[in-house]
């Protein structure tokens, strides 16, 4: 029973790893996808024609083409993330889409207001960004300042090894405007080598 379950997850835990969200690819995602794709169809059209050759065009030629184009691009893909990963290449983007930091927002809104927030005045919300170098990081605060915002100071981030840096918005909180707020920081993040690391208030 248990070896039958480790089979399952081993199963589950590769499905998980294909990662089919396209949105998130880096240019190697793609690249890699790209050459899965082409090992996959290629090593499936030369089988195909084999039994085409063989046996003539039939139903089993057809599925034996589906189940191997799956199949070797399923398993080529895996190896292939595997290897540029250990690399050091990414393959997704781990930033998460527009749509869940919207989802997000509106939960932490919710959850500012059921702690008894009155949401109708101005708040100062604390919008968090990280830099893999301090250098990349007085950048983003350098620039922030020149625009008039309020910057903490550079903090450094024990867990990822990297640098922290805090901008204090006041605004009412409604979830346009802190959705704004935030992609306009994140972009000024991005632009200096860094992303946005999510938002609150104290």
């Given at each position: 029973?248990?070896?039958?379950?480790?089979?399952?997850?081993?199963?589950?835990?590769?499905?998980?790893?294909?990662?089919?969200?396209?949105?998130?690819?880096?240019?190697?995602?793609?690249?890699?996808?790209?050459?899965?794709?082409?090992?996959?169809?290629?090593?499936?059209?030369?089988?195909?024609?084999?039994?085409?050759?063989?046996?003539?065009?039939?139903?089993?030629?057809?599925?034996?083409?589906?189940?191997?184009?799956?199949?070797?691009?399923?398993?080529?893909?895996?190896?292939l993330?595997?290897?540029?990963?250990?690399?050091?290449?990414?393959?997704?983007?781990?930033?998460?889409?527009?749509?869940?930091?919207?989802?997000?927002?509106?939960?932490?809104?919710?959850?500012?207001?059921?702690?008894?927030?009155?949401?109708?005045?101005?708040?100062?919300?604390?919008?968090?960004?990280?830099?893999?170098?301090?250098?990349?990081?007085?950048?983003?605060?350098?620039?922030?300042?020149?625009?008039?915002?309020?910057?903490?100071?550079?903090?450094?981030?024990?867990?990822?090894?990297?640098?922290?840096?805090?901008?204090?918005?006041k605004?009412?909180?409604t979830?346009?405007?802190?959705?704004?707020?935030?992609?306009?920081?994140?972009?000024?993040?991005?632009?200096?080598?860094?992303?946005?690391?999510?938002?609150?208030?104290k």
């Amino acid at each position: 029973m248990s070896e039958k379950q480790d089979v399952a997850e081993r199963i589950g835990t590769a499905i998980n790893e294909l990662d089919i969200d396209f949105s998130r690819f880096t240019v190697v995602g793609w690249i890699v996808t790209l050459l899965s794709l082409a090992v996959g169809g290629g090593i499936a059209f030369y089988v195909g024609y084999l039994m085409v050759q063989r046996n003539g065009l039939d139903k089993a030629a057809g599925l034996v083409f589906c189940f191997i184009i799956i199949g070797v691009t399923t398993v080529t893909f895996i190896a292939l993330r595997s290897l540029v990963v250990r690399i050091g290449f990414p393959v997704t983007n781990n930033r998460p889409s527009a749509t869940e930091v919207a989802v997000s927002n509106r939960n932490t809104l919710q959850r500012m207001a059921d702690a008894g927030m009155d949401m109708s005045v101005d708040q100062l919300l604390d919008f968090w960004h990280r830099f893999k170098t301090r250098k990349n990081a007085e950048s983003m605060n350098r620039e922030a300042r020149q625009l008039g915002y309020r910057v903490g100071p550079i903090e450094t981030n024990n867990e990822s090894g990297g640098y922290d840096v805090q901008v204090r918005i006041k605004l009412v909180p409604t979830l346009e405007a802190v959705n704004k707020a935030e992609q306009t920081l994140a972009s000024l993040a991005e632009r200096n080598g860094g992303h946005n690391d999510g938002w609150g208030s104290k």
